[in-house]
């Protein structure tokens, strides 16, 4: 069992950045960040693997960054340059059953999910 606890959303002006934390209580191969606007299917925004190799989405890419630090045993995603289309609950997952190498980019990849956080960006 994997527990997963986001923090760090809230309001911000398009343009500007917010960072999320994903607080985990296991370590596993693979990790990710999704998303899902009112009324839109969940999608997915990154996913990262043990060794700190990240895949974005195109809607994302140069604007977040997802980051480790084992330290602390929580996962990052900075956003910058926020746009109003960013709005939406940030979920973040955890996989227990795939290696490195085989980490999805899709919600049944993922077998544990946090309770999400929400994230409103304003024109």
């Known amino acids: 069992e994997v527990q997963l606890v986001e923090s760090g959303g809230g309001s911000v002006q398009a343009g500007g950045s917010l960072r999320l934390a994903c607080l985990f209580s296991?370590?596993?191969?693979?990790m990710g960040w999704f998303r899902q606007a009112p009324g839109e299917e969940r999608e997915w925004v990154t996913t990262?693997?043990?060794?700190?190799?990240?895949r974005y989405a195109d809607a994302v890419k140069g604007r977040f960054t997802a980051s480790k630090d084992y330290a602390k045993d929580t996962l990052y995603l900075q956003m910058d340059s926020l746009k109003p289309e960013d709005s939406g609950l940030y979920y973040c997952?955890?996989?227990?059953?795939?290696?490195?190498?085989?980490?999805?980019?899709?919600?049944?990849?993922?077998?544990?999910w946090g309770q999400g956080t929400q994230v409103t960006v304003s024109s």
């Open positions: 990262i693997n043990t060794e700190g190799s990240a």
């Open positions: 997952a955890a996989d227990s059953r795939w290696t490195s190498f085989q980490c999805k980019d899709l919600q049944a990849g993922y077998n544990y």
């Open positions: 296991k370590r596993t191969a693979c």
